[in-house]
């Protein structure tokens, strides 16, 4: 259950919708305060639940990799 470290699972507050973004990145569906969003640490952007879990599946591998090479950066 490694696979959840390149994303971040956050509660949406006024605060992120505000300055980050009020949409997913991935469908442009509405983010609303109280949701679950997910932080792409790969490429920057917010998702929603459904992104999320459609992407965490098809990068599973990949996700590790790239989360050991993220950590240079941290
Ligand atoms: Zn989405």
Redesign the pocket.
């Known amino acids: 259950m490694n696979s959840a470290q390149c994303f971040v699972d956050q509660i949406a507050t006024n605060d992120i919708l505000q300055r980050v973004t009020k949409v997913?990145s991935?469908?442009y569906?509405d983010l609303k305060v109280g949701d679950h969003i997910y932080y792409d640490m790969q490429n920057y952007r917010y998702?929603?639940h459904?992104?999320y879990s459609e992407l965490n599946e098809r990068m599973n591998e990949e996700c590790e990799v790239i989360d050991e090479e993220g950590g240079l950066f941290a």
């Open positions: 997913c991935e469908c569906g998702l929603c459904i992104c």
